[in-house]
């Protein structure tokens, strides 16, 4: 595919925000410019918060400087995220500020690089006799791997090579160290990212040496579990300072058996979805089954006991991981921001290997819930940590709870959400369509136009709709030369959907939820569909929700806020399905809002002073509308309670 222009006023919106506001505020912030609190992600006095450094810790590093690294070991990856959303933006939109912004920051990594190829920032400063010594939490090759990605974005949007130079010098670096020869390493980075940009780089070069060193790297984790632990043990007989030796949690690295047996979602979110995306690719291009398998056994059991409605993972704040099956707590889970994101990119992956409906509903599920929630309206705000349920007083006063915070901090000690957000709204067109040696596939429905490349033709679609709160969509294919299978996916949250060829309606087929059609001409496409309000419950299993709904219309899931129902939100129960209603809020613009009848329980005088009361089970009720608005709206406008479950009668 290329040259793929959204036109969408919803999606516009975001990334002129990201255009206007997050770039060149992210930009004073890494260079420790901004006027801001950096806020701990929790409470954990070890989270380093007074100040990014991120730009600082490369000049150091490149001997422009004097001074010590300051942040965590991957304080670098925030500067290629950064890199790689101002590369994507200036495809949209080429602008001189940003294409200087852009060439300052490539030249700084330039001179930051040694001539082995090797760069990492806190290595290089503060101990370099512990490189690729510590893999269990050095964040190497999970920065190198970020490098590698902003990398391609920067020479895809500029044509400048310079980065893709640094990129494969870094790679042959990785290789004189890393691989299965006698005296090389035989372990992986703790933290998976060099496997999913070792594939873009093979996509971009078709190099197969790219492809092979990914597909080596999945598959060296976990051959030997105590691979880490003998890490460190040989530092110690070499006399090497390195701190702490702690006993490594290898469930956490995904690194506790040999990844084509893994079958169960575990660990580290954001690691594991990173690696499953690689499995898949590498398992699409090398046709290597035993790994598409193994991320398929990994998929289902995300899908089906591991994932939460608004399309977050990640059940606990404790290593920010998945627990176990069914555990979906609402209001002491992660979701965080990354770890949808990294869902986004596994679901994308999938879709390489087999075209399966699932694939892109999870895939939109996660996005206009989870990932768009991850930053406030005004460009300047951000979640890492995507709660179902807060209560400000619990977020200040639970250390449990500390959190899942009822508003967006302006930063964060680790600031990997932001930036990750930027460039993943700013690629929004890979997520589009995909295609097949002679089908189209629409997975999303926007605003848009664009060509897409078949074997025989490049076809150019657009799309025309009312998305995302009303199912009218015109599509319009041009250009066909050849016949081709064009494939619509219809959402499961849609209705009555129907569908006009050259203003005639016409019955389709339907096959793993795309209806198909054969194309033989240019062509215009009418899909229409309703868009019930949708009732959710969960899985018995899920303890925390028995007798509750969430509510969904169209792609997004709602949730309750006290700025519009006031407190005590776990005091409601729902009587009826709320239904919509067109909003103009002056804070969060226009959108569809739900309401809906309910009933509040009333403390009354009966309970003053008593704390439990024996044989009474009803409690007094007064009549309530209850207003829900989309999920990803939420904590804009004021501090106060929210909750996505909400009881049902």
Partial sequence: MMNIKINDSFWQRYIKLIR???????????????????????????????????????????????GNHYGWLFQDSDVYKWLESAANTYAIKPDEKLKLMMAEVVSLIEDT?????????????????LKFKRLFESHELYCGGHLIEAAVAHYKATGDERLIDVSKKLVHCIQESFGPEEGK????????????????????????????????????????????????????KMNLDQGRVPTINTVYHQAHKPLLEQEEAVGHAVRLVYMAAAMADVAYYN?????????????????EKRLYITGGIGSTVHGEAFTFDYDLPNDTMYCETCASIGLMFFARAMMKNEMDVEYAEVMERALYNTVISGMAIDGK????????????????????????????????????????LARTITSLDRYIASTSSDALFVHLYMDMEGTYQLDKQTIQL?????????????????????????????????????????????????????????????????????????EWSSH??????????AIQRGPFVYCLEEEDNGDQLHSFELTETPQPEQITDEVLGKFVSLKGAAKKIIVDESWSNVLYKANENKYVTESKTLTFIPYHLWA??????MRVWVDRK
């Fill in 20 to 66: 206007e506001e997050m770039v060149p505020y992210q930009w004073n912030v890494l260079h420790d410019q901004a006027d801001i609190i950096i806020d701990k992600e929790r409470d954990d006095e070890g989270i380093p918060s007074e100040k990014s450094n991120a730009i600082e810790n490369f000049k150091i590093a490149a001997g422009q400087k004097e």
């Fill in 113 to 129: 690089q040694e001539e082995d190829g090797y760069i990492s920032t806190y290595y290089q400063i503060e101990a370099p006799e």
């Fill in 185 to 236: 390493i035989h372990g992986a980075d703790g933290h998976q990212e060099i496997e999913l940009a070792l594939m873009h780089l093979y996509e971009l070069t078709n190099e197969h040496e790219y492809l092979d060193l990914s597909e080596w790297f999945l598959e060296i984790r976990g051959q030997d579990p105590d691979f880490y632990q003998k890490q460190l043990s040989e530092n110690k």
């Fill in 287 to 303: 046709k290597n089954e035993k790994m598409l398998n193994a991320a398929k056994r990994i998929w289902k059991n995300i899908v």
């Fill in 381 to 420: 705000h951000f979640f890492y940590v995507n709660p179902l349920e807060v209560d400000p007083k619990a977020s200040k006063q639970d250390p449990g709870k500390s959190h899942a915070k009822p508003t967006r901090p302006s930063w964060f000690g680790c600031a990997c959400c932001p930036p990750n």
């Fill in 462 to 534: 657009k799309q025309l709709t009312k998305m995302p709160y009303e199912g009218e969509i015109d599509l319009s294919v041009s250009q066909v030369k050849h016949p081709f299978s064009l494939q619509l996916r219809i959402p499961g949250w849609a209705a009555n959907a129907s569908v006009r060829l050259n203003d005639s309606e016409v019955d389709v087929e339907q096959v793993n939820g795309y209806i198909l059609l054969s194309i033989e001409s240019d062509t215009a496409v009418s899909l229409l569909f309703d868009m019930p309000v949708m």
């Fill in 540 to 549: 018995p299993l899920v303890k925390e929700n028995k007798g509750k709904v």
């Fill in 636 to 641: 804009n406008r004021s501090v106060g309670e």
